[in-house]
């Protein structure tokens, strides 16, 4: 089992900054793929970045403003959000796929965090 532990989001005005943070733990033996998405109200859940052994991916509306990164000696993935907009406001879940010792792989979700972009 895995558990994912969220925090950095809040309430910023246009144009500041929130760093999320998502950290796992748990029996991992190792993690390839860590990614952050985001689900506006009414709207369906999107993939905002994600980060591999592949390369980093952006989504095309936060390139440029959103860094994604992550720590592997704490098994943990961040998420940078600069030049914050209204659209922006979402709740931000994050999303990994470790390796377990028992060699198999899994997908897990973070419980979420708001994130609200406004004056």
């Known amino acids: 089992q895995v558990q994912l532990v969220e925090s950095g989001g809040g309430l910023v005005q246009p144009g500041g900054s929130l760093r999320l943070s998502c950290a796992a733990s748990?029996?991992?033996?190792?993690?390839?793929?860590m990614g952050w998405y985001r689900q506006a109200p009414g709207k369906e859940r999107e993939l905002v970045a994600r980060?591999?052994?592949?390369?980093?991916y952006y989504a095309d509306s936060v390139k440029g403003r959103f860094t994604i990164s992550r720590d592997n000696a704490k098994n943990t993935v961040y998420l940078q959000m600069n030049s914050l907009k209204t659209e922006d406001t979402a709740v931000y879940y994050c999303?990994?796929?470790?390796?377990?010792?028992?060699?198999?792989?899994?997908?897990?979700w973070g419980q979420g965090t708001q994130v609200t972009v406004s004056s």
């Open positions: 999303n990994v796929v470790p390796t377990m010792y028992s060699g198999r792989s899994y997908e897990y």
């Open positions: 980060i591999s052994s592949g390369g980093h």
């Open positions: 748990g029996s991992i033996f190792s993690i390839d793929v």
